[in-house]
C-alpha cells in the first residue's frame, strides 16, 4: 500500500474531521472549528466557526446542503450556512443535560442525529415556522453515554454504541418528514424510538463506534476491550455476534469499506484491515500504515558516553514508524461509493489529518506473505 498524503493542520490534537469536495473541516480541541479549502496540494484556512463555550465533540457536513453541523461540550449544536460568504450558526433545540458527543447527517440530509452524555440521542429535524431545528429523544434502555452513531442507508434506523457496553439500532421515524421503509432484516414496523435489536460481546468493553455495513443488513462495532464484532439481525431475536479478538491496543474508530472488508483505528496508531472471505471467518488481517525505516545521526561514542553521564540514559528516539504519532481519533470515507470505499482519511491527536488510498486487489497482494 502507498504511503498516505498527509497534512499537519494543528500543533494540537485534531478531534474531529470531515471532508466535503474542497472543503475540510476541522477541531483542534477548542471551542472553535476550523474550515479549509484546497488550494493546488494545499489546505488554506477560510473561516472559523465561533460559537461554543467549551470543547467542539463532533463535526459533520451535508454535501449536497453545503450545511455544517456541530455538536459541543457546551450541551449545544449548531447548523452552518453560508450566507454571503459568511457563515452563520442556526438554533437547535437539543434538550440535553450532559455533554453532546456525536453527530451525524442522515443520509437524504434532512435531519441529524445527536448522541450525549444525557443517556439519550437527540433526532433533529427543522421547522420551518419557527426557523429553528426541533429535536426528539431516543432514550430507552441506554443507561449511559452514547459515544458514536451511525445511519443506516433507509433514513430511518440508527446504530449507536454506548457506555453501557451495548450497541443498538433504534428507529428514527418521524411522521410526517420520513417514508415508511421497506421492511429489512431489522423489522418492518418502525415507530420512533423502536429498539430493533441490541448487541453486546459480553466481554464488557466500552462501545467506542459504530457502523452499518454497506447494505445495512449487518452493524460493526469496536469495543475497548480491543475486538471487533460484526452483527447479523435474526427475525427470533437470536442474532449472531462474530468477535474478532485481538492483541492490539484498544479501537477509537471503525468503517466498512465493502461489504467483506472492515477499516479500524485507535491507540495503536495506525489503520487496520479486518476482512472476510464468505461472510462468517472475519479475521484481522494486518496493518495498511507501511512502516517507515527510522535513520539514525551517527554519533561518536564519546557523545553518547556524555550524553549518558548527564542525562542518565543513552539517546532516545520516541518517533513511532506509523505515520501517526499519537491515538487516531476518527476514520472517514474520503472516496468512492458507500459500498466500495477507494480512499479513507484520519485524523489523530497529533495534528495530522491524512488521506489514504484504499485497493482491496493490491492488499491481496501485500498480506500474501504476512503472517500475524
Same mark, same amino acid.
Given at each position: 500500500m502507498s504511503n498516505p498524503v498527509t497534512y499537519q493542520l494543528a500543533n494540537s490534537p485534531i478531534t474531529a474531521h470531515a471532508f466535503s469536495q474542497n472543503k475540510l473541516v476541522i477541531c483542534p480541541n477548542t471551542n472553535e472549528a476550523q474550515l479549509y479549502e484546497q488550494g493546488g496540494s494545499n489546505w488554506n484556512l477560510t473561516a472559523s466557526l465561533k460559537g461554543h463555550d467549551k470543547v467542539i465533540t463532533s463535526i459533520d457536513i451535508a454535501p449536497n446542503t453545503n450545511r455544517i453541523v456541530t455538536c459541543s461540550q457546551d450541551r449545544n449544536a449548531y447548523v452552518w450556512t453560508q450566507e454571503g460568504g459568511i457563515w452563520k450558526p442556526g438554533l437547535v433545540l437539543l434538550r440535553i443535560n450532559r455533554a453532546a458527543t456525536y453527530v451525524r447527517w442522515s443520509p437524504k440530509e434532512d435531519k441529524f442525529a445527536v448522541a450525549s452524555g444525557a443517556r439519550c440521542i437527540a433526532v433533529c429535524y427543522f421547522e420551518e415556522d419557527n426557523d429553528w431545528w426541533a429535536s426528539k429523544h431516543l432514550k430507552k434502555p441506554i443507561r449511559s453515554t452514547v459515544l458514536s452513531i451511525d445511519w443506516h442507508p433507509n433514513n430511518v434506523l440508527l446504530a449507536a454504541g454506548s457506555a453501557?457496553?451495548? #450497541? !443498538?439500532?433504534?428507529?428514527?421515524?418521524?411522521?410526517?418528514?420520513? @417514508?415508511?421503509? #421497506?421492511?429489512?432484516?431489522?423489522?418492518?414496523?418502525?415507530?420512533?424510538?423502536?429498539?430493533?435489536?441490541?448487541?453486546?460481546? %459480553?466481554? %464488557? %468493553?466500552?462501545?467506542?463506534?459504530?457502523?452499518?455495513?454497506?447494505?445495512?443488513?449487518?452493524?460493526?462495532?469496536?469495543?475497548?476491550?480491543?475486538?471487533?464484532?460484526?452483527?447479523?439481525?435474526?427475525?427470533?431475536?437470536?442474532?449472531?455476534?462474530?468477535? /474478532? &479478538?485481538?492483541?492490539?491496543?484498544?479501537?477509537?474508530?471503525?468503517?466498512? *469499506?465493502?461489504? !467483506? &472488508?472492515? /477499516? #479500524?483505528?485507535?491507540?495503536?496508531?495506525?489503520?487496520?484491515? /479486518?476482512?472476510?472471505?464468505?461472510?462468517?471467518?472475519?479475521?484481522? *488481517?494486518?496493518?495498511?500504515?507501511? @512502516? !517507515?525505516? @527510522?535513520?539514525? *545521526?551517527?554519533?561518536?561514542?564519546?557523545?553518547?558516553?556524555?550524553?549518558m553521564d548527564s542525562r542518565g540514559q543513552a539517546d532516545q528516539d520516541t518517533d513511532l514508524t506509523t505515520t501517526h504519532q499519537n491515538t487516531i481519533i476518527e476514520i472517514r470515507p474520503h472516496a468512492g461509493t458507500r459500498d466500495n470505499v477507494t480512499q479513507f482519511s484520519t485524523c489523530a491527536l497529533d495534528g495530522k489529518v491524512a488521506i489514504w488510498d484504499f485497493d482491496p486487489s493490491q492488499l491481496s497482494t501485500d498480506f500474501a506473505g504476512l503472517k500475524l
Open positions: 453501557d457496553c451495548k #450497541a !443498538r439500532v433504534f428507529s428514527s421515524f418521524i411522521k410526517g418528514l420520513d @417514508k415508511k421503509p #421497506a421492511p429489512s432484516v431489522w423489522g418492518d414496523k418502525l415507530p420512533f424510538n423502536t429498539v430493533c435489536a441490541e448487541f453486546s460481546d %459480553g466481554r %464488557g %468493553g466500552w462501545v467506542q463506534s459504530v457502523a452499518f455495513s454497506p447494505s445495512g443488513d449487518a452493524i460493526a462495532f469496536a469495543g475497548h476491550d480491543s475486538a471487533i464484532n460484526v452483527a447479523y439481525p435474526s427475525p427470533d431475536g437470536n442474532h449472531a455476534v462474530l468477535t /474478532i &479478538q485481538t492483541s492490539t491496543l484498544p479501537f477509537r474508530t471503525l468503517i466498512w *469499506a465493502n461489504e !467483506r &472488508q472492515i /477499516i #479500524a483505528g485507535g491507540f495503536d496508531c495506525a489503520p487496520l484491515l /479486518i476482512e472476510t472471505s464468505n461472510g462468517q471467518d472475519w479475521r484481522l *488481517a494486518g496493518s495498511l500504515d507501511v @512502516k !517507515r525505516e @527510522k535513520v539514525y *545521526a551517527a554519533s561518536s561514542v564519546l557523545s553518547r558516553f556524555k550524553a
